[in-house]
């Protein structure tokens, strides 16, 4: 399972990539939260697959608790990773009223 998550996040950063020039370090952002389970297994499949892709693993790493409340990071679900200020698996930016993280 980790494996095929690994991978798709190979294609989608690499499909995300096509035709556009590379800044890893400032386009590529990992959103989180204090407290997301999820954040450790995330991390490391994001860096398995930039190293798939000869990237460097260099990004923003950002938690959410700590943006203003009207940031539309916030609405996101956590961890996400966004390329550009876009989700890379498609998911639209948040719109408010924002969901209080569970």
């Known amino acids: 399972m980790m494996d095929d998550m690994r991978w798709l ?21 990992f959103l989180t ?3 997301c389970v999820n954040t450790p297994d995330m991390v490391n499949n994001l860096d398995d697959a930039l190293k798939a892709l000869g990237w ?11 943006l203003p409340k009207k940031d539309p990071r916030t609405g996101y679900p956590t961890p996400t990773v966004l390329w550009k200020g876009k989700d890379i698996f498609g998911m639209p930016v948040p719109k408010p009223p924002f969901a209080e993280p569970s």
Do not use: C, E, F, Q
């Open 33 to 35: 939260r204090d407290g």
């Open 9 to 29: 996040l190979v294609l989608a950063l690499g499909m995300t990539m096509i035709g556009k020039p590379m800044s890893v370090k400032d386009d590529l952002t």
């Open 56 to 66: 460097p693993n260099y990004y923003r790493h950002v938690d959410i608790g700590t």
